[in-house]
């Protein structure tokens, strides 16, 4: 089992980025997937998750209206598009598959992890 995660880098306020979680080693409709993100000297934070049975989604309250998270089954891949990008979005993004069947915000409830891509909101 494999999450890969790509698409940060570098964009300016007001920008925009989409980024990638690549799966492999398992049908990504199966399993809800979640974002996270952790900013330089703080604790992992919930960002988004799409469920697996009925494709609802959940944003944090700091994203919502600016992020929208999806999937494309037949690509193995979920995404979450970042538009009006604040500095405080600033962090590196993790993508994570929940094992208890349902979104949670709790880390612990995840047990595969990508490896992280950073995104830096900067002009």
């Known amino acids: 089992v494999q999450l890969q995660a790509s698409g940060g880098g570098l964009v300016q306020p007001g920008g925009s980025l989409r980024l990638s979680c690549a799966a492999s080693?398992?049908?990504?409709?199966?399993?809800?997937i979640g974002w996270f993100r952790q900013a330089p000297g703080k604790e992992r934070e919930a960002v988004s998750c799409?469920?697996?049975?009925?494709?609802?989604?959940y944003y944090a309250d700091s994203v919502k209206g600016r992020f929208t998270i999806s999937r494309d089954n037949a690509k193995n891949t979920a995404y979450l598009q970042m538009n009006s990008l604040k500095p405080e979005d600033t962090g590196v993004y993790y993508c994570?598959?929940?094992?208890?069947?349902?979104?949670?915000?709790?880390?612990?409830?995840?047990?595969?992890w990508g490896q992280g891509t950073l995104v830096t909101v900067s002009s």
């Open positions: 080693g398992f049908s990504l409709d199966y399993y809800p």
């Open positions: 994570a598959r929940s094992d208890v069947g349902y979104c949670t915000g709790y880390l612990e409830k995840y047990v595969y």
């Open positions: 799409i469920s697996s049975s009925d494709g609802r989604t």
